[in-house]
């Protein structure tokens, strides 16, 4: 199976690339698994100006990442939430993608903020955005609060809690894809 992560930030010295690298350390240890961190900060994507079926010359880089998201298995979404949304950068890239570029392809959520709610408003907001994108956004969910303090310096994780969260979120999402996967 392959399980690509989408770094959503292009934020300097951001923390959820820290969630990123946990969750693709995590993701390597399950068996008969690949993973990639797909990183929004070093892609340099337009901004959309026009739309995506009318664009004549698709950035390169764009065209390799709608074919590694259709041919996933899975897909896992690392967003920072700002001012109680997902980064503007995240949405526009997301704008950018054709219709149904996550086509039936079940979506992890992994949230982060530097307070107390783990970034529930950037997850209800990509929960829905997944959908338009014919993304099956699963139910479990993993919420990094207080990022800048869960993490240390070699980003293993500070708190206890955030191990048996992941795997669960983990195990859910794999789940999805190995049901999806025998039905497509």
Known sequence: MHIPILLGTTRTGNQSSKVAAFLQQQLRTMEDMTTEVLNLGEAHFPMLEERIRKVEDLPPLLQQ???????????????????NSLPGSLKNFLDLLPA?????????????TSGALGGINA???????????????????????????????????????????????????????KA???IN
């Open 65 to 83: 990442w709608v074919h590694t998201f259709r041919q996933a298995d899975g897909i896992i979404i690392v967003t920072p939430e700002y001012k």
């Open 100 to 112: 149904g570029a996550f086509h039936y392809t079940p979506i992890g959520i992994a949230s982060v």
């Open 123 to 177: 997850l209800a907001h990509l929960r829905l955005i997944s959908l338009s994108l014919k993304g099956m956004p699963i139910p479990d969910r993993f919420m990094v609060s207080h990022v800048q303090d869960a993490f240390d310096e070699q980003g293993q994780p500070v708190s206890e809690k955030l191990m048996p969260q992941s795997d669960k979120f983990l195990r859910e999402l794999v789940k999805y894809a």
């Open 180 to 182: 999806f996967r025998a």
